[in-house]
C-alpha cells in the first residue's frame, strides 16, 4: 500500500489550498484515511479523517470550518482542502491509512490504528 500526499506550497494567510492523497488500491472495502500535521518542533497531530465504512468524516478543532476531507474513489485519491489558512497552519502534511476497522479513531490529538503512512507536502502559510 502506498500513499503519496502532495499540493502543498507557500500561500497567504487567508488564502485556501488543495491537498491530495494519492493512493495505490487498497486491499480492503473497509478503510479510513486520515490527515495529520506536523508543524517545526511540534508533536505529529491529526487534522482531519474520512471514513469508508459510512462516509462520515472528523475534524480535529484547529480544522473545523475551515478544512473539508472529501475522497474520489475512482481515481483512489482523498482531498484535504483547506481555506482561510493561518500562519499557525504551516506544517509538513502527512495522509496515512488504517485498513482494519475503517473507523476514525481520534483521541487526544491524535488518530490512531494507522496502518501506512505517505511522505509529507509542506503547507507555508505566511502573514
Known amino acids: 500500500v502506498q500513499l503519496q500526499a502532495s499540493g502543498g506550497g507557500l500561500v497567504q494567510a487567508g488564502d485556501s489550498l488543495r491537498l491530495s492523497c494519492a493512493t495505490s488500491?487498497?486491499?480492503?472495502?473497509?478503510?479510513?484515511i486520515a490527515w495529520f500535521r506536523q508543524a517545526p518542533g511540534k508533536e505529529r497531530e491529526g487534522v482531519a479523517c474520512?471514513?469508508?465504512?459510512?462516509?462520515?468524516?472528523h475534524y480535529a478543532d484547529s480544522a473545523k470550518g475551515r478544512f473539508t476531507v472529501s475522497s474520489d474513489n475512482a481515481k483512489n485519491t482523498v482531498y484535504l482542502q483547506m481555506d482561510s489558512l493561518k500562519p499557525e497552519d504551516t506544517a509538513v502534511y502527512y495522509c496515512?491509512?488504517?485498513?482494519?476497522?475503517?473507523?476514525?479513531?481520534?483521541?487526544?490529538?491524535?488518530?490512531?490504528?494507522?496502518?501506512?503512512w505517505g511522505k509529507g507536502t509542506l503547507v507555508t502559510v505566511s502573514s
Open positions: 496515512a491509512a488504517e485498513l482494519t476497522y475503517g473507523a476514525c479513531s481520534y483521541y487526544g490529538s491524535v488518530y490512531y490504528g494507522m496502518d501506512y
Open positions: 488500491r487498497l486491499p480492503s472495502d473497509d478503510y479510513a
Open positions: 474520512i471514513s469508508s465504512s459510512d462516509g462520515k468524516s
